[in-house]
């Protein structure tokens, strides 16, 4: 019944669809681009939990529903489930993929690279690809963020790649903050 | 037979309401859905009378009326779905078959990257699909 797409494709559309954002219709305000890709994200995390929550009963509370999301959600989109769950136990959650399947076959061209940057030394080569990446990151911040508030969590998500060497950019860990737990505590 | 079926939002919004009748009772239906949402959040918030289904989606009957019975289905995202039947012996597992069809089409429609989230649905194969789901309902019981 469940109807597939290949891999190839979705990672094809995630390119594309920053690519066209961020040096298409919003070449000059990449923040801007940012929270356009964000909200593309937010609907499809929407529509997706309605699906992917069909067959389960009600999550009681807010842990049980991240807890989904670090399972069976990081499952389904993902592939695998997130290697750690943090928590400080007022709303902040950590969760940490290290080997986080959209950015698996992320490459930067160097060519490219040397030519933007006008000292090729590692450093800003290692600069540029993160902040290439990042703006990969914003689409499925997006779609953990509609997923949640779905859920009945409001709650921001922010990726989270910068301590990390430029060598291994398929790190990613995602900062969650719920917004209820802020105004409880 | 099944007399109307309702999606509500988790605000309290109506997404989707459709009576099968031939009467002119629609009002009358609607009245039942609306108060069928106080008991799905009375039965919510105290879960103590059926403990031992909780957290299960699917609602059970809500209550009867002289002339009906209401059944009602929530989501984890805390999507309504409300069915108004005529017969007055429904088997639940009639009932959970028809809720998980319904909530298959919810989710379908729902789906579709023109919707808006929080609006009626428009999408008239979805008004289609509930149709031939509600339909089969009445045959089933009666097979």
């Not at chain 1, 469940?2 to 919003?26: K, L, P, T």
């Not at chain 1, 499809?44 to 939990?49: A, E, M």
Request: aromatic share 10%.
């Amino acid at each position: 019944m469940g109807r597939e797409v290949a891999e190839s494709c979705v990672d094809g559309v995630v390119m594309q669809m920053v690519a066209a954002y961020c040096g298409g219709f919003y070449a000059a305000k990449p923040e801007l681009a940012a929270r356009r890709i964000e909200a593309i994200g937010f609907q499809v995390g929407h529509q997706l939990t309605e699906r992917y929550t069909m067959e389960r009963p009600r999550f009681s509370d807010h842990l049980e529903a991240i807890k989904f999301i670090c399972k069976d959600f990081w499952s389904e989109l993902f592939k695998k489930q997130i290697d750690n769950l943090k928590t400080n136990h007022r709303g902040t959650f950590v969760l940490q993929d290290n080997r986080f399947r959209w950015l698996t076959r992320v490459s930067v061209d160097p060519s490219v690279e040397s030519m933007d940057a006008t000292e090729n030394d590692s450093t800003t080569l290692g600069d540029s690809a993160a902040q290439t990446t990042s703006m990969l990151l914003y689409f499925p911040c997006g779609i953990i963020r509609g997923a949640l508030t779905n859920l009945g969590i409001s709650c921001s998500v922010t990726a989270d790649m910068s301590n990390l060497p430029a060598c291994e950019l398929h790190h990613f860990s995602c900062l969650l903050h719920t917004m209820q737990h802020h105004e409880a505590a | 037979m099944i007399v109307c079926v309702a999606v509500v939002g988790h605000q309290n919004n109506p997404l989707y309401l459709q009576s099968f009748t031939e009467a002119d009772d629609a009002l009358k239906l609607h009245h039942v859905v609306h108060c069928s949402l106080d008991v799905i959040d009375e039965r919510v918030n105290n879960p103590k009378r059926n403990a031992p289904a909780l957290n299960e989606t699917f609602l059970g009957l809500l209550y009867p009326t002289e002339n009906y019975k209401v059944y009602g289905y929530l989501t984890n995202t805390k999507v309504k779905f409300i069915m108004v039947t005529t017969d007055l012996d429904v088997k639940d597992a009639d009932a959970r078959n028809f809720f998980r069809k319904f909530h298959a089409a919810y989710v379908d429609a729902v789906s579709n990257p023109f919707h808006v989230p929080g609006k009626k649905i428009a999408s008239r194969s979805f008004g289609a699909r509930v149709s031939t789901i509600v339909k089969s309902f009445g045959s089933g019981t009666t097979a």
